[in-house]
């Protein structure tokens, strides 16, 4: 059987990221540039146009693509592959996309928002394999999530769907970039870690974080929190510990809302927290209405810095 391969390319606000993907979900190939957001559309267009073309450079004729998957911040519109008005790529505003895509490179494209596209890879090839309803959660700089429906993305009514970093957990706590009060993204991405870290330590400044960070509690990171957390540090496990406590009340509401069949955890603050997701699963007993959360797997996503670039060759797998 001849193996068909795809190509995925996750755009973000500095960097275009491509990848030649197969059957399996292997990245066989992949490139990485500059992207230029602060011109004009054709600019940004240019960047990415290059990236793929570097990696289309030299193909062996059994590797050539057979379709072409973008992912992109939002807010974008995936039905028509439009980019509508990200805050970190201002150079495409309602940006037809797929369709210059398209013209390029001579072959279908689909594009889609980087969190919903790393979900659906990670049900093709990856922790989702078998599984008919699937909560995905990526959580780093900030927090993206998908709903995955027997093998296909749930998008609401115009695309919208799934902004569950944006579910508000504290109605008085802290403004989010969004505008709301109290987001889960606000309360547990990395830089709300290293923000509660820092705060921590202006009251107990007895802390290896300190150490790692220079002498400068400014410099204190969400991965110093986790580094210092494994080694024991009193202020970072506590830090660690408030996360595991705001994550497992934001993915208990999830559960009670969506009763998936296994929730899985992506991006940069996952690998930090892959020793604790079963700590996350015991904060569920007696916080949940479901009756049955531990026959509701938390996993560890497979596919990390190349999640969008899986994710993006995902869509071309995806049927209407």
């Known amino acids: 059987m001849t193996e068909t391969f795809l190509v995925g390319v996750d755009i973000g606000g500095t960097k275009v990221a491509a990848g030649l993907v197969n059957d399996r979900g292997e990245i066989v190939k992949h490139v990485r540039s500059h992207m230029i957001t602060n011109t004009d559309a054709a600019t940004g267009l240019g960047c990415v146009v290059s990236a793929i073309q570097e990696l289309l450079r030299d193909l062996p004729p059994n590797h050539k693509p057979v379709a072409l998957g973008a992912c992109a911040p939002g807010p974008l519109d995936p039905r028509k592959g439009v980019i509508i008005n990200p805050p970190n790529v201002p150079c495409w505003r309602n940006f037809p996309l797929a ?6 490179f001579n072959m279908p494209v689909k ?4 969190a919903k596209a790393a ?3 990670e049900v093709l090839w990856g922790a989702g ?7 995905y959660a990526t959580v780093g700089t900030g927090i993206g999530a998908a709903i995955i429906c027997s093998g296909k993305i749930y998008h609401g009514r115009t695309g919208a769907a ?4 944006h579910m508000g957990i504290q109605f008085d706590g802290p403004k989010c970039p969004c505008g709301k009060k109290g987001c889960i993204e606000v309360l547990a991405s990395g830089p709300a870690i290293a923000r509660r870290a820092r705060k921590k330590l202006q009251e107990n400044s007895k802390s290896s974080l300190l ?7 400014d410099e204190v990171t969400g991965e110093m929190v986790g580094k210092a957390s494994a080694a024991k540090d009193p202020v970072a496990m506590e830090v660690v510990h ?4 705001l994550l497992a009340y934001w993915l208990g509401n999830v559960l009670d809302f969506l009763e998936p069949d296994v929730m899985i955890m992506g991006g940069g603050v996952s690998t930090m927290l892959a020793s604790h997701l079963q700590e996350i699963r015991v904060r569920w007993k007696g916080a949940v209405l ?8 938390l996993v560890l996503a497979r596919y990390g810095e190349e999640a969008g670039i899986a994710g993006a060759a995902a869509l071309c797998r995806m049927t209407s």
């Not at 369709?99 to 390029?104: F, I, S, T």
């Not at 394999?129 to 909560?135: A, E």
């Open 99 to 104: 369709d210059a895509l398209q013209k390029v």
């Open 111 to 114: 594009v889609e928002n980087d």
């Open 119 to 121: 979900g659906l890879a």
């Open 129 to 135: 394999r078998g599984y008919t309803n699937v909560f």
């Open 162 to 165: 799934a902004e569950a970093g």
């Open 211 to 217: 150490d790692l960070a220079g002498g400068n509690v």
């Open 242 to 245: 408030e996360t595991l406590d």
């Open 290 to 297: 479901n009756p049955w959360p531990d026959q509701i797997p």
